[in-house]
Nanobody, 116 residues
């Protein structure tokens, strides 16, 4: 059974930083993709950042380029989202997403609130 467990959300002032973590289990082999999405109240769930587990260039939504960084720790089977220079408009529930064998899996979400 696939599990994605997120952590690291919280309340931060504008200009601050947070690091989200998403621990995936079981350990997968081969090519799969890990992504972060976010959903603000009353809005659709939007793509934030993505990376292939086997490496390659990550990709980002235009709204977070230069501020957010996605990375992986293969030993821990974990994907991270480092968020710097946070803005109030970054406030949302952030979800970890795993795409493997053409199936999508989601974490439970973690709340990020940025105060002005």
């Amino acid at each position: 059974q696939v599990q994605l467990v997120e952590s690291g959300g919280g309340l931060v002032q504008a200009g601050g930083s947070l690091r989200l973590s998403c621990a995936a289990s079981p350990r997968f082999f081969g090519t799969y993709i890990l992504r972060w999405f976010r959903q603000a109240p009353g809005k659709e769930r939007d793509f934030v950042a993505g990376i292939s587990w086997t490496g390659g260039r990550p990709n980002y939504a235009d709204s977070v380029k230069g501020r957010f960084t996605i990375s992986t720790d293969n030993a821990k089977n974990t994907v991270y989202l480092q968020m710097n220079s946070l803005k109030p408009e970054d406030t949302a529930v952030y979800y970890c997403n795993l795409v493997v064998a053409n199936k999508n899996y989601w974490g439970q979400g973690t709340q990020v609130t940025v105060s002005s």
